[in-house]
């Protein structure tokens, strides 16, 4: 999972902190691909929803 990101504005992330009631760096760990748990999934779906996209880090 750490080599995928999700980008979304920042409204969206405070958004997201307030549907889920999560705090900030919830949402940064989970959108960087740092964790994998269901809240995790539940996030990246959600931002994915509200027009995030997401990036495929690939290694030289």
Same mark, same amino acid.
């Given at each position: 999972?750490?080599?995928?990101? !999700?980008?979304?504005?920042?409204?969206?992330?405070?958004? !997201?902190?307030?549907?889920?009631?999560?705090?900030?760096?919830? !949402?940064?760990?989970?959108?960087? =691909?740092?964790?994998?748990?269901?809240?995790?999934?539940? !996030?990246?779906?959600?931002?994915?929803?509200? =027009? =995030?996209?997401?990036?495929?880090?690939?290694?030289?």
């Amino acid at each position: 999972m750490e080599n995928t990101i !999700i980008k979304v504005d920042y409204s969206v992330r405070k958004e !997201i902190m307030k549907l889920l009631n999560v705090t900030y760096p919830t !949402i940064r760990k989970a959108l960087n =691909g740092k964790t994998n748990t269901e809240l995790s999934k539940r !996030i990246r779906q959600t931002a994915i929803a509200k =027009g =995030g996209v997401e990036l495929k880090i690939i290694d030289k």
